[in-house]
């Protein structure tokens, strides 16, 4: 590619594919490819103290995201950050707890809670996610491309509802259904704010960037569609989609969401990422080639044999078939326990079978 944002980047096949460009092979990165199953990554988690410390201090999120990049070869790094940074910086108070996850501190309840919610400036409240993108554009040095993300307007709100992680949704399903001009007054508010949020990552130095609906999944196909999809509908649109005369590719991501494939990328968007439950040639006929597909390789696979690993990416591979626009990754992000040896192996086998002679 020859263009100026991205003139010293010596790997762009992810940039490529996600542009559904003919690529040599198949470019791979794993989502939470910085994360607990790497040693390394243990470690600076304990020195920074506790996982907030170690997202907010630049020169630490720099330090992980690069760690992946040192010990696999992949074809793409993912700033280390967490989806539940705008309702921190939205005064809820983020705070993780051991074995329980993300809470907050003052989760919204009420009309008063939404309306009094504050508009955020990325380049303030969330600067150390900034200057996090720029330390690390440098430090990787044109490598290999950098996304930058966020949680999507629903799934943020279900957390922002709940106060944590839920089982059945209850509080946040029950605003959607007893009230829903408020649902759709936060949903506005957080996809706002999401639209900022990305494009001040790509002011920054992303070259992607990536949507997480992590709980999209839980809806119908009516409410998804008025309660998700449209509000990513709105993030896709408020996104600077060039920056510095390059393209910047926006993804999608709906956890459980293969039924809306063709709803999604009728959003205008750049790529989807597709989980393991749903076949990849399955997902290529719903897009009809209007976006490309990223994923899907079952996170568990990496619990097998290198041999076993092997056949599971050669499936995924083979469901794809030849076309452009295939970016692997795992259906959804590493798990922790996963050996490191193993998603080496993965690595490996995406390289071998998917080179193009």
Not at 74 to 80: G, K, P, V
Not at 87 to 105: I, Q, V
Not at 199 to 224: C, K, P
């Amino acid at each position: 590619m020859s263009d100026p944002n991205n003139s010293n980047l010596k790997n762009d096949l992810v940039l490529r594919a996600l542009a559904r460009q003919p690529v040599e092979r198949t470019p791979v990165w794993v989502m939470r490819q910085a994360g607990r199953y790497l040693p390394e990554y243990r470690e600076v988690r304990q020195q920074a103290g506790d996982f907030m410390t170690l997202c907010q201090t630049p020169d630490l999120a720099c330090e992980v995201t690069l760690q992946p990049l040192r010990r696999f070869a992949l074809d793409a790094s993912i700033i280390f950050s967490d989806i539940l940074t705008i309702p921190d910086a939205m005064g809820l108070g983020l705070h993780f707890e051991a074995g329980e996850g993300p809470r907050f501190s003052h989760p919204l309840r009420t009309a008063a809670d939404i309306n009094a919610l504050p508009t955020i400036d990325p380049n303030d409240e969330l600067n150390y996610v900034m200057q996090a993108i720029r330390v690390t554009r440098r430090e990787i040095d044109g490598k290999v491309p950098l996304f930058g993300f966020s949680g999507s307007p629903w799934t943020l709100a279900t957390y922002m509802v709940e106060g944590s992680g839920s089982k059945d949704f209850a509080k946040v399903k029950g605003m959607m259904f007893s009230e829903p001009r408020l649902m759709h007054t936060l949903l506005e508010k957080i996809a706002r704010s999401v639209a900022d949020y990305l494009n001040a990552q790509i002011e920054a130095g992303a070259q992607a960037v990536m949507v997480f609906d992590t709980w999209g999944g839980i809806l119908s196909t009516e409410r998804y569609l008025e309660f998700s999809l449209a509000y990513m509908q709105q993030v896709v649109d408020g996104v600077s989609r060039e920056h510095q005369g390059t393209r910047v590719p926006i993804v999608l991501f709906t956890k459980n969401g293969g039924q809306w494939l063709d709803k999604m990328a009728d959003t205008g968007c750049d790529a989807l990422g597709v989980d393991w439950t749903t076949d990849l040639s399955d997902a290529q006929k719903k897009v009809d080639g209007r976006v490309a597909l990223q994923g899907n390789l079952d996170p568990s696979a990496l619990y097998g044999s290198p041999a076993q690993i092997h056949e599971e990416v050669k499936k995924v591979l083979d469901s794809f078939g030849s076309a452009p626009g295939h970016v692997f990754n795992l259906g959804h992000g590493i798990h922790q326990y996963v050996e490191p040896d193993n998603l080496a192996a993965m690595i490996e086998s995406v390289r071998t079978l998917s080179t193009r002679t």
